[in-house]
């Protein structure tokens, strides 16, 4: 690719803005980029199984491509078959994510239009943010706040009681199911609280910080809370269902801030009523968003409910554009490409 001949595309939504791409890029690429900025035409759409969800601005994204950009930075930008077919002049697509859910890849490929992705950006803020809704469902911090902020209240009082207190980390024995990027940084940041960490993923090897069990049945008995980090895949959607919650001592605390179909709602939503489970903390959900229907709402006082907030930082947004401009770098300059998927 030549100096000055690099035309970019910088397809941002509110939360990956447009001006961050620019910025991005601009400071890693050695050539003159001339950048297009969409203003706020494409909204954050939400987890998506395939671009279609987002077809609605396929019509911008073509007319923004009209006049023959080689390079699109996006976010959430639909980039399905009709969008590609129409672009010719695109050679390459970064996505500032964790993976392409918003492109369709086969098409891609077809169309000879190379593929990227923005690994590892929101890992440190879901850990933490996994971590604040651990504290939050065991010292039923949002109630609390609830009954003396919105009702003005001191019955909060009653969680002073022993029946009604909440848990402590130091020496809780809490099972993590997946030791990724994710899961590594929450069995760092209980370790240093004291409790006791207990990991399961058949995937990982190497030493880890807490103790290791061959087993999902082994972790859920020995645990007294659970968080869920595990990749969605056909093998581990519906991971945790009725009969899993029922291994897990009576109880016991959930927290899922990875992905809501890992989780069996129904079941969950069984646990707490019976009492099985004590509370639990949820940011993703088999449907996003939840349904004003959902059985969730319900069981506020043993709940903690976030809108999939988990990897939502600034760092994670500035993170993103720096790893999607660190790819258009490379590939202006003719240099591999880091994380490409075509």
């Given at each position: 690719m030549t100096s000055g001949s690099v035309r970019v595309l910088a397809a941002g939504d509110h939360f990956v803005l447009p001006s961050l791409i620019r910025d991005a890029v601009i400071a890693q690429t050695d050539c003159s980029v001339r950048e297009l900025l969409l203003g706020w035409p494409l909204e954050p759409f939400g987890p998506v199984a395939e671009v279609q969800e987002a077809s609605d601005a396929e019509d911008e994204m073509i007319e923004a491509l009209a006049d023959g950009r080689e390079v699109l930075?996006?976010?959430?930008?639909?980039?399905?078959?009709?969008?590609?077919?129409?672009?010719?002049?695109?050679?390459?697509?970064?996505?500032?994510r964790g993976g392409p859910v918003n492109v369709n890849l086969d098409a891609a490929e077809r169309h000879d239009v190379r593929v990227c992705y923005a690994p590892g950006r929101n890992a440190a803020a879901?850990?933490?943010?996994?971590v604040g809704l651990l504290l939050a469902a065991l010292r039923r911090i949002p109630q609390a706040h609830g009954l003396l902020a919105g009702q003005r209240s001191w019955e909060g009082a009653a969680y002073y009681t022993y029946e009604h207190s909440g848990l402590e980390l130091e020496d809780l024995p809490v099972g993590l199911v997946g030791y990724g990027a994710v899961g590594s940084r929450v069995a760092r940041a209980l370790c240093a609280f004291g409790a006791r960490v207990i990991v399961y993923d058949p995937y990982v090897r190497g030493e880890i910080h807490g103790l290791?069990?061959?087993?999902?049945?082994?972790?859920?008995?020995?645990?007294?809370?659970?968080?869920?980090?595990?990749?969605l895949t056909p093998e581990t959607r519906g991971l945790i269902g009725a009969r899993e919650l029922a291994l897990?001592?009576?109880?016991?605390?959930?927290?899922?801030?990875?992905?809501?179909?890992?989780?069996?709602e129904e079941a969950l939503c069984d646990a707490l009523e019976s009492g099985r489970l004590s509370a639990a903390?949820?940011?993703?959900?088999?449907?996003?968003?939840?349904?004003?229907?959902?059985?969730?709402h319900a069981l506020a006082d043993?709940?903690?409910?976030?809108?999939?907030?988990?990897?939502?930082?600034?760092?994670?947004?500035?993170?993103?554009?720096?790893?999607?401009?660190?790819?258009?770098?490379?590939?202006?300059?003719?240099?591999?490409?880091?994380?490409?998927?075509?």
């Open positions: 930075v996006t976010q959430m930008g639909p980039v399905t078959g009709r969008v590609l077919e129409a672009s010719p002049a695109l050679r390459l697509v970064v996505v500032c879901t850990a933490e943010f996994t290791r069990v061959d087993s999902l049945d082994a972790l859920l008995r020995r645990s007294r809370v659970i968080t869920l980090h595990a990749r897990l001592p009576e109880g016991s605390v959930l927290v899922n801030v990875a992905r809501g179909p890992l989780l069996d903390a949820l940011d993703t959900y088999a449907r996003e968003p939840l349904p004003p229907d959902s059985r969730l043993r709940v903690v409910l976030t809108p999939h907030l988990g990897g939502a930082s600034r760092a994670v947004a500035e993170k993103a554009a720096r790893i999607a401009a660190q790819e258009v770098g490379r590939w202006a300059r003719g240099e591999p490409l880091t994380h490409a998927l075509t």
